[in-house]
């Protein structure tokens, strides 16, 4: 029988986050606001041979890996398995499959060393990545989160409330990313490319606004995405050369540009004093520079997380699984993976 011993009076509870939800096996060891160890294993190489994930080779290669990269994360972290306080693992959203490897191994893990189980929504990881970044963060505040799956600027009233401003319309930024890096024949991941190739170029070509000055604080990207695919093929069907960097350059300002100053607008609107972000997307460095630029403009603190924990990560699940204890929230065995879970009104999962 599953009946684990759960300390409430822990301050800084030891919990081992594990992450599998697309193409990185992860674990990490949080113990309050402090990475003991971060591991990943990552197939990313693999699946840029296909052009973007295929679930069944990330499902396999989480099954390959995901005992090894445990070990090492509790190894690492300097503790035995008896100092762990409970199992912090990705419920959803993400690969079906993929997920199901976490989840199942987290479960069997927890059972095992009769330790409590934490479901952790992926996005919300993303969201407590800056509490890593600054251990004295505190609500309230507001937050960006610009993903591959999700864009959205939100209001966090406290640790357990949150309010959504406003959010994508259509495509999410980082999809916007990874279709425009295609077409212009770019690797993928296609952020981290976009941004290398848009180095070399200038932002000359017009790009539609997006909702600038309206909409609230919605975004729509599939607009932007459907402009620069016209406008590169328009020019290959002329037989006329582009500069891709400028495209690139082009694209990356008029998908972030809008995302700094709805960003911004939001903190001032809820009379806030400091805002963060979080998902793959803040990795970027155009967008790290220009809400930083932004908020100092405005009088505004910014926390980012560092880029690697702004990407896929075990640590930011980890460290929401310490929020989620705080609050009381466990999971039992009947947890399952679930491929979409919507962005709430409440924190509770």
């Excluded at 011993?5 to 594990?18: C, F, M, W």
Aim: aromatic share 6%; proline share 4%; net charge neutral.
């Amino acid at each position: 029988m599953y009946n684990p011993i759960i300390d409430k009076t822990k301050e800084n509870p030891v919990i081992l986050g594990i992450e599998s939800s697309c193409d990185e096996t992860a674990a990490a060891v949080v113990c309050g606001r402090k990475v003991l160890s971060d591991e990943i294993a990552s197939s990313a190489d693999i699946q840029a041979l296909y052009g973007g994930v295929v679930p069944e080779i990330a499902s396999r290669a989480h099954t390959d890996a995901i005992a090894q990269v445990v070990e090492r994360a509790v190894k690492n972290a300097g503790i035995d398995y008896a100092d762990i306080d409970a199992i912090a693992v990705t419920y959803g959203a993400g690969l079906l499959g993929a997920l199901l490897v976490g989840v199942s191994f987290a479960k069997a893990f927890a059972y095992a060393l009769g330790k409590p189980l934490i479901a952790v929504n992926h996005i919300r990881g993303h969201l407590s990545a800056s509490y890593l970044a600054c251990p004295t963060l505190k609500p309230p505040f507001v937050t960006l989160l610009a993903s591959g799956g999700h864009t959205a600027v939100l209001y966090t009233k406290t640790e357990a409330e949150f309010e959504i401003l406003g959010g994508t319309l259509d495509d999410a930024v980082g999809e916007a990313f990874d279709k425009v890096a295609r077409v212009l024949g770019l690797k993928y991941p296609g952020g981290p490319h976009i941004q290398k190739c848009a180095e070399a170029g200038k932002p000359v070509i017009p790009m539609p606004k997006m909702l600038k000055g309206a909409g609230g604080y919605n975004f729509s990207y599939s607009g932007l995405k459907t402009a620069v695919i016209n406008y590169c093929h328009t020019k290959e069907q002329r037989g006329e050369t582009y500069s891709k960097a400028d495209v690139a350059c082009s694209f990356q300002c008029a998908a972030v540009d809008i995302l700094v100053e709805k960003t911004v607008e939001g903190a001032k609107e809820k009379g806030v004093d400091t805002v963060t972000a979080g998902g793959g997307v803040v990795a970027n460095a155009y967008l790290r520079e220009q809400l930083q630029k932004a908020c100092d403009r405005n009088g505004l603190k910014l926390v980012l997380p560092e880029k690697r924990y702004c990407t896929d990560n075990a640590s930011m699940i980890a460290m929401e699984g310490a929020v989620q204890y705080m609050l009381g929230n466990f999971a039992d065995m009947r947890l399952n993976a679930k491929a979409s879970i919507p962005l709430a009104t409440t924190l509770k999962t």
